[in-house]
């Protein structure tokens, strides 16, 4: 528990981070601002053609008789706009940090130098190797969100089980968050996303008790505009803290 909330005061450290400079501030949220928009479109006509979706779903209901069509079919349309949230929700930050790579690459290398400077080792791969590798992981970050979208979405339509898939997207959501999170500072460390999954993993109380508040402020409305940005802050310091380096600001 003790991990626990050190993980937590980490994700504090990280708005305090953000808000004591407020061009990481402005810059962390148009990325997040633009996926934003695009999650509200989505959900917005997912709202819009609930009835066709979940006629098209229930195709077996036809012949029934009302009122046990019309329950089973409003059933069906709120566990699969549930598990549409619960899916988005999991790719959600993948895509952000695919939108904004470069601004986010660009506030954690600035945070890293406030916090102490000088204890980033550049892998010597070269430029080109080292975007490719980037654009690696975040696709290999996506795909793996995407997975666990689909499973949680399967999930959501087996009586029961399907109302654990919040809590469950909640869980696998803030890992997922911790792990894409930290991959942006290990990475510029040379630490692939196999071994920063890996060091994760040996504390994974620390990685939750970050990643878990920030997750939570991610679901509510446009919130993650300043939830991102804080988040990477704190991975930052996460980070650091994973690999024993100095966390002091200069």
């Known amino acids: 528990m003790r991990d626990a909330f050190t993980g937590l005061g980490i994700a504090g450290r990280g708005y305090a981070l953000l808000f004591s400079s407020r061009r990481h501030l402005l810059r962390g949220a148009v990325p997040a601002l633009l996926t ?20 098209w779903l229930t195709p077996f209901a036809d012949g029934w008789a009302e009122p046990l069509r019309s329950l089973t079919r409003i059933t069906v349309g709120i566990v699969f706009f549930a598990a549409v949230i619960a899916a988005g929700q999991a790719v959600f930050l993948t895509v952000t940090l695919l939108v904004g790579g470069p601004v986010y690459e660009s506030i954690s290398e600035e945070i890293d130098e406030q916090l102490g400077g000088g204890v980033v080792e550049e892998a010597q791969t070269g430029w080109f190797r080292s975007v490719l590798a980037g654009l690696g992981d975040a696709v290999r970050m996506l795909f793996r969100s995407l997975i666990w979208a689909v499973v949680l979405m399967a999930l959501g339509f087996i009586p029961i089980l399907g109302l654990l898939v919040p809590l469950l997207a909640i869980l696998v959501g803030s890992w997922l968050l911790a792990l894409e999170i930290t991959s942006l500072p290990m990475g510029r460390r040379g630490i692939g996303l196999v071994d920063c999954r890996r060091r994760l993993r040996r504390r994974r109380m620390l990685a939750l008790g970050f990643a878990l508040p920030n997750y939570l402020l991610m679901l509510v409305p446009f919130a993650a505009l300043i939830a991102t940005p804080a988040a990477l802050a704190g991975g930052t310091v996460l980070a650091r803290t994973l690999l024993d380096e100095e966390t002091a600001a200069a």
């Open 36 to 55: 934003s928009l695009l999650y509200l479109g989505l959900l917005i006509t997912l709202v819009v053609f609930s009835g066709d979706i979940t006629a």
